[in-house]
């Protein structure tokens, strides 16, 4: 359905396909609601926490009126906690806004964004809507970011290159960049070629994993880092994320977001859930043991799968490039919803969230069933 009105580079843009709410599979397929698990979106199974529910009642007498233009408050909370000043500090309506913006204050027609195969599938979107170039480059010899294949493909664009956008860990394939790959990487970038460090699944890492991305912030004036408060924090529902650049980069953010882009019911709750320290403990515990589950019955059913450092796991469901769609369809037969990957170049995958251990076991059943009655 192309429609004659509108321009060129927005009806080529393809539309993003998210995963399937339990009320329309539910209708579908003739399904009880409460009986559905949902592994499709990479949301907390510990669901909000209860301090930021309470923040939100608390918010909700005060509606009527628009939310703080600034999020003071919240800007406040966060910039303690990461050490930079509130005005190197942008909020979104999920980062997903931050992507956007970033690539809105950036990039145009004619100028070209850089990205890796199989990475998240909102920067081509984000690179479309502008009408700007999407480069995408392919990893040479894994799922993940080749960051030296990325620095060649800048070089080759020259000055036409304005945006990059690097995920750590990548969604969807799990995969995760050490910090000395990432400081290589932004030392050599240059200087006119903004990076957007996309940080939507932080939390997960293990202390081992971690590093500090603020201080590349304030080595790096083109460096955008992004993050979320829908996967760990738990507020999917509600939209809200942030990005932290110096204040120059940072002004331009804000000034091209829309003046209340961010909710009150969503500045009220991100206070309250960054500060729940216990609520994230407990989502990255469950996350761990829910990715030993996991991966311990893959092994076990001999299926190939990524080893991730977020809260899902890609694993490979057969040979042909239907066996996504058809252990899909079987999977949501039985209520139970994944992440077919088709759209991301991976036909032969299904990406898993890590959800809790009855809900873990319930997908486990259920696969090993299907391939079992496909023998
Ligand atoms: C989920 C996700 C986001 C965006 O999440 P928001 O809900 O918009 O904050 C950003 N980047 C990656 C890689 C993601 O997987």
């Excluded at 060129?8 to 843009?13: R, T």
């Excluded at 399904?31 to 990479?42: F, G, Q, R």
């Excluded at 932004?186 to 070629?193: D, G, K, R």
């Amino acid at each position: 359905m192309t429609s004659k009105l509108g321009l060129k580079h927005i009806q080529a843009i393809a539309p993003y396909i998210g995963g399937r709410p339990i009320s329309e599979v539910a209708r579908e397929y003739g399904l009880d609601e409460s009986k559905i698990v949902k592994l499709a979106s990479n949301e907390n199974p510990l669901g909000m926490p209860k301090s930021a529910q309470e923040a939100i009642l608390k918010a909700a007498s005060e509606l009527g009126r628009y939310p703080d233009s600034n999020g003071f408050e919240l800007k406040n909370v966060l910039s303690e906690r990461l050490g930079v000043p509130t005005d190197w500090i942008t909020l979104g309506n999920g980062s997903n806004d931050i992507l956007e913006l970033a690539a809105r204050a950036v990039a145009q027609a004619g100028d070209d964004v850089i990205f890796s195969r199989h990475a998240f599938a909102v920067y081509p979107l984000a690179t479309q809507a502008v009408g700007a170039r999407a480069i995408e480059v392919a990893p040479t010899d894994s799922y993940g970011h080749d960051l030296d294949a990325m620095l060649k493909a800048i070089e080759a664009s020259g000055d036409k290159a304005k945006l990059v956008f690097v995920a750590n860990p990548n969604n969807p394939t799990g995969s995760y960049l050490s910090a000395k790959e990432i400081e290589d990487f932004l030392l050599a970038v240059p200087s006119h070629v903004v990076v957007v460090l996309d940080e939507a699944y932080n939390e997960y890492l293990t202390p081992e994993q971690r590093y500090d991305a603020i201080a590349w912030v304030k080595r790096f004036p083109n460096m955008i880092l992004s993050r979320s408060f829908s996967k760990a924090y738990g507020l999917a529902g509600l939209r809200i994320g942030y990005g932290v650049a110096q204040p120059a980069l940072t002004d331009l953010l804000n000034r091209i977001r829309q003046p209340f882009n961010v909710n009150s019911l969503a500045q009220a709750a991100a206070i309250a859930a960054f500060q729940d320290t216990a609520f994230l403990q407990q989502g990255f515990d469950i996350n761990r043991s829910g990715y030993d589950q996991l991966t311990k019955a893959f092994d076990e059913l001999g299926l190939i799968y990524l080893p991730s450092a977020g809260n899902f796991v890609l694993v490979k469901v057969g040979d042909d490039d239907q066996a996504g769609v058809r252990i899909n369809l079987a999977l949501l037969k039985r209520g139970i919803i994944v992440r077919p990957v088709g759209n991301y170049g991976l036909p032969q995958w299904l990406r898993i969230s890590i959800g809790l251990p009855e809900e873990n076991a319930a997908f486990i059943a259920a696969l090993g069933d299907i391939l079992n009655s496909a023998k």
